[in-house]
């Protein structure tokens, strides 16, 4: 029994099967029509275990809708796949390395906020000892405490902007890969045709070079053992 792979949404194969037959092996349910969308496997249609797959409990494929497609047909959604990977690999090396460039940014501001309060109270004590008055140490807090909420609300709006920059462009992501998807889906329907015209082509081909062959061999034109032989390959 092969895994149960992954799958998208197609609205002309949906819902549950309304035969009792197939049920999952498992759970002894009623399927639901699946379409995979997973390597070579991408675009046809099974039924599937309605329970969830959780806890790495896959109850694998109930029954098959459509046969394995053309070799050609595989080997073109291979390498889609392939390349659809290695754009995702990228875009989560470049989010990797911006998640860092920020983990440093903030570490440098911590640091500067630090010195920023140091250099503050160093300032405070210079007055302090100058003018050895209460008042003036009083004020200089006050400064302090405001310029430090000042520095803090810039941080705090900085980082708001880096993390909706961030939402945004995950939001872009994410629509790029549905589109990736349909992309595929309409490749593989459009490969699949001109697999079957193909096909038809050759029955047709045949099928006149059989008439041809029976009109020979009735005629009692050229050798007749080498048309049997040219009839039995065709019948092949």
């Known amino acids: 029994m092969q895994e149960l792979p992954d799958t998208t949404v ?11 037959e197939p049920t999952c092996m498992m759970h002894h349910m009623r399927p639901i029509k699946c379409v995979a969308f997973e390597g070579t496997l991408t675009g046809r249609r099974f039924y599937g275990c309605l329970v969830p797959q959780t806890e790495g409990i896959n109850c694998g494929v109930t029954e098959w809708v459509d046969k394995p497609w053309h070799p050609i047909l595989q080997n073109c959604l291979s390498r889609i796949w392939d390349m659809y990977h290695e754009q995702n690999c990228g875009r989560v090396v470049d989010k990797q390395k911006y998640e860092k460039h920020l983990a440093k940014l903030k570490t440098e501001n911590d640091k500067l906020c630090i010195e ?13 000892w100058q003018d050895g008055r209460v008042d003036h140490m009083d004020y200089q807090k006050a400064v302090e405490e405001e310029e430090f909420e000042k520095k803090k609300k810039e941080v705090e709006e900085s980082a708001r902007l880096e993390v909706q920059m961030e939402k945004l462009k995950l939001a872009k992501e994410h629509r790029c890969i549905l589109q990736s998807q349909a992309d595929i889906i309409k490749n ?49």
Do not use: W
């Open 116 to 128: 920023y309060t140091k250099l503050v109270q160093d300032v405070s004590k210079m007055f302090d």
């Open 10 to 20: 197609e609205p002309l194969f949906c819902g549950q099967l309304e035969l009792s």
């Open 188 to 236: 593989t329907r459009k490969a699949m045709k001109e697999v079957e015209q193909e096909r038809d082509l050759l029955k047709i081909e045949k099928a006149k070079l059989e008439h041809a062959v029976n009109e020979l061999l009735n005629d009692g034109h050229a050798s007749k053992e080498k048309l049997e032989k040219i009839k039995a390959i065709l019948d092949s």
